[in-house]
């Protein structure tokens, strides 16, 4: 069976300049998270998907991001524009449902992003 | 708001011998959820083992085994006859009860094993 699938897995680019993430759940996981893990720490929630409705976004910065989940499957991330500071690992994880405490989240392998 | 502390940033141990991890945090609530994950170099991140805080006996997981200690909000990981695949990093997360809960991590340790 496939775990998360994230692309691109790197990306460069320079400030100002727009930027996508994608991400494919597990099959039949209703729940699915975007993570940012800055170096050497751990990942923060950016937002989490049931189905698909948003329901925590509130770490999500709005004015430079955004998320979707169209058809409740897979979803994008996207900044625009992109700051220096946005330098990070994107990690997208999935489950089935988010609300029991004892779904096991998988997590998929990230895009590492580098902001010039 | 909860927070989760590690302060160990590095960790080494010998093939076959044994290393405890440690993890403390911080909250008001009675009921939770404890968990270590670990991050192989480059690698997804798995689950390693889990704790509910109303369960008094400590979770074990083949070589992986916690110390939950409640009162002392203490959550370690002893990870016995250690591997070379145990090398990674290994983080120490927070989920409260509710169905919005969410994880709260730490900022992890990074556990190296030399032959």
């Known amino acids: 069976e496939a775990g998360v699938v994230q692309s691109p897995r790197y990306k460069i680019i320079e400030k100002k300049q727009p930027v996508a993430f994608w991400c494919n759940p597990i099959?039949?996981?209703?729940?699915l998270y975007w993570y940012l893990q800055n170096l050497g720490q751990g990942p923060e929630l950016l937002i989490r998907?049931?189905?698909?409705?948003?329901?925590?976004d509130s770490q999500l910065p709005k004015d430079r991001f955004s998320a979707e989940r169209l058809k409740g499957v897979d979803s994008t991330l996207k900044i625009q524009p992109a700051e220096l500071g946005d330098s990070a690992v994107y990690l997208c994880?999935?489950?089935?449902?988010?609300?029991?405490?004892?779904?096991?989240?998988?997590f998929g392998p990230g895009t590492r992003l580098t902001v010039l | 708001a909860q927070t989760v502390t590690q302060s160990q940033p590095e960790m080494s141990v010998q093939e076959a011998e044994t290393v405890t991890l440690s993890c403390t945090y911080d909250?008001?609530?009675?009921?939770?959820?404890l968990f270590w994950y670990k991050q192989p170099p480059s690698r997804q991140m798995i689950l390693v083992i889990r704790?509910?805080?109303?369960?008094?006996q400590n979770a074990t997981e083949n070589r992986f085994s916690v110390n939950f200690q409640k009162a002392a909000k203490s959550f370690s990981l002893k990870i016995s006859d250690s591997q070379l695949g145990d090398a990674a990093m290994y983080f120490c997360?927070?989920?409260?009860?509710?169905?919005?809960?969410?994880?709260?991590f730490g900022t992890g340790t990074r556990l190296q094993v030399t032959l």
């Open positions: 994880a999935s489950s089935l449902d988010g609300r029991r405490w004892d779904n096991e989240q998988f």
């Open positions: 099959s039949g996981h209703n729940t």
């Open positions: 998907y049931e189905n698909e409705e948003a329901v925590d």
């Open positions: 909250t008001s609530e009675s009921d939770y959820y």
């Open positions: 704790q509910e805080a109303y369960k008094q």
């Open positions: 997360a927070y989920r409260s009860t509710g169905t919005a809960s969410k994880l709260t």
